[in-house]
C-alpha cells in the first residue's frame, strides 16, 4: 500500500502565510497552512471578503506573502514573478478580449510565447475541442452566449498547459441550469486533463458536488477542510455548520461520555473525552430527524411553519425551551400541531467551543479507535 501513498504528491504548500495589503491595514489571511495534492479538484469556500481571491492571487504570483513562505513542487516562490509560474487562471469575469475571435482569444498567449502558427493552430484546435467548442473558430465573443464564454477562457488557460488551474467564481454569471451542467463538464475536464485544479465558490451545494477536497474560510483562516463528506457529517464549528448545508445548532452540556443534555433532556450520543458539565454546540441535520407522534419522540415540539420543497417538506418547529428545529420530511406535518422528533445517537454532532482542526480531528479518530473494537486490549 506504500505505493499509492507514495501517488500523493504535494504541488503547493502554504506554510504560515500572513497577507497584509497595506501594513496599516488588518490581515486578510492570518497565518494560514495548508497542503494541495497534484491532480485533484480543491474548493475554497466561504463568505464574501474572506480571502478566498487573494489566496489565488498568491498562487497566481499576482501578489506576494506579508510572512510565511509558499512552496511550488518543494520550492519557495514567494517572489517568483506570475509569468514565470505553471498556473493559469480564470477569472470571474473571463477576462476575454471582444474584439478578438474565439480562436485568437485562445492562441493570444502562445503567440506571444512567439510560437509558430502551426503549432499555435493545432494547440488552439485541441484546448477547443477539450472543451466542446470545435467548429466555433472564428465565431466573435461578442456572439457567444455565457456558459460558451466561459468555455473559450478555460480553454485560453488550458492551452498554456498549466500544472494548476485557479479558476475564481467563474459559473456565477450563469443561471442555474446552465451552472450546474457546467459543474459536471468542469468536474470531467479536470479528471481528463488531470490538473490540479484550485476552485472558488461562496456556493456550498457547488463546493460539495465538484471537489476532492473543501477548504471552509472565514475571515481569514481556514476553518475546516476534508471531503465533501467530512465537512458536512462533522463541521468542526458552528459557522462551518452553519455555512455548509442546512442545520439545527443548538446549546448542548455533557453529562459525561456518551451522553449530553439538549433542551433540559439527556439524549445518547457518541462523543467521549470531553468535561463533565462542558458546554458545547450541538449540530443536527433536518433529514436526520423523523417525525413520530408526540408521545413516542426523543423530543416533543410544536410545529410553526411548512414549506414543500419539491422532494420533502420543510417543517420548522420550536421546543419547550425556544430553539428552533428544522426537520426535512417527506410526511406532511400541520402547522400548531404537537409532534414528536426522533433520532439516532449517530446524528447528534457534539462541537467544542473554540476547538482547533487538529485536536477535533484527534478527537474524532479516538472514537474510532475505541468504536472499532476491543477497548481493553493491550
Ligand atoms: N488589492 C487590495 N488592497 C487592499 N485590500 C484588499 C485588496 N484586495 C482585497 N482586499 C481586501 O482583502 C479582503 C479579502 O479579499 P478577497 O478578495 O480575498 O475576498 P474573497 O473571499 O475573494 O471575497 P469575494 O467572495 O467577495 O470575492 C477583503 O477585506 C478585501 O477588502
Ligand atoms: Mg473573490
Known amino acids: 500500500m506504500k505505493g499509492l501513498v507514495g501517488l500523493e504528491e ?3 504548500r502554504f506554510e504560515h502565510v500572513t497577507k497584509q495589503y497595506d501594513h496599516n491595514d488588518p490581515a486578510v489571511l492570518k497565518d494560514v497552512s495548508f497542503e494541495i495534492q497534484r491532480g485533484k479538484f480543491y474548493t475554497l469556500l466561504g463568505p464574501s471578503g474572506c ?3 487573494t489566496i489565488l492571487r498568491l498562487i497566481a504570483g499576482f501578489t506576494e506573502p506579508s510572512k510565511g513562505n ?11 514573478p506570475a509569468n514565470e509560474r505553471q498556473v493559469n487562471t480564470v477569472f470571474q469575469d473571463y477576462a476575454l478580449f471582444p474584439h478578438l475571435n474565439v480562436f485568437e482569444n485562445v492562441a493570444f498567449g502562445l503567440r506571444i510565447k512567439g510560437l509558430k502558427n502551426e503549432a499555435i493552430k493545432a494547440k488552439v484546435l485541441e484546448a477547443l475541442r477539450f472543451v466542446n467548442l470545435s467548429g466555433y ?17 478555460i480553454a485560453r488557460a488550458i492551452v498554456n498547459e498549466p500544472e494548476i488551474l485557479l479558476l475564481d467564481e467563474p459559473l456565477s454569471a450563469l443561471d442555474l441550469k446552465l451552472r450546474t451542467e457546467m459543474q459536471y463538464e468542469l468536474r470531467e475536464l479536470q479528471r481528463r486533463l488531470g490538473i490540479t485544479f484550485i476552485f472558488v465558490t461562496h456556493d456550498q451545494e457547488e463546493a460539495l458536488a465538484m471537489s476532492d477536497e473543501i477548504f471552509v474560510l ?3 483562516t481556514i476553518q475546516q477542510s476534508g471531503t465533501p463528506t467530512d465537512i458536512y457529517d462533522e463541521p468542526i464549528n458552528r459557522f462551518v455548520a452553519d455555512f455548509i448545508g442546512e442545520s439545527n445548532i443548538v446549546k448542548g452540556r455533557m453529562l459525561r461520555d456518551f451522553e ?38 426523543k423530543l416533543q415540539v410544536r410545529v410553526d411553519t411548512q414549506l414543500f420543497r419539491g422532494v420533502h417538506y420543510e417543517i420548522s418547529c420550536y421546543d419547550d425551551t425556544g430553539n428552533e428545529w428544522l426537520v426535512h420530511s417527506t410526511r406532511k406535518a400541520t402547522v400548531g400541531e404537537r409532534i414528536g422528533l426522533t433520532f439516532e445517537p449517530e446524528a447528534i454532532h457534539v462541537m467544542r467551543l473554540g476547538e482547533t482542526e487538529e485536536e477535533f480531528d484527534k478527537r474524532l479518530e479516538s472514537y474510532e479507535e475505541s468504536g472499532g473494537g476491543d477497548s481493553h486490549g493491550s
Open 51 to 53: 480571502g478566498k481571491t
Open 70 to 80: 509558499i512552496y511550488f513542487n518543494g520550492k519557495v516562490i514567494n517572489r517568483v
Open 260 to 297: 449530553v443534555e439538549i433542551a433540559g433532556k439527556t439524549f445518547e450520543c457518541v462523543d467521549q473525552g470531553l468535561n463533565e458539565g462542558e458546554t458545547v454546540d450541538i449540530v443536527i441535520r433536518p433529514e436526520d430527524l423523523e417525525i413520530t407522534s408526540h408521545e413516542s419522540g
Open 10 to 12: 504535494t504541488i503547493i
Open 137 to 153: 473558430e472564428n465565431r466573435e465573443i461578442t456572439e457567444m452566449s455565457g456558459g460558451q464564454r466561459q468555455r473559450v477562457a
Open 218 to 220: 472565514n475571515e481569514g
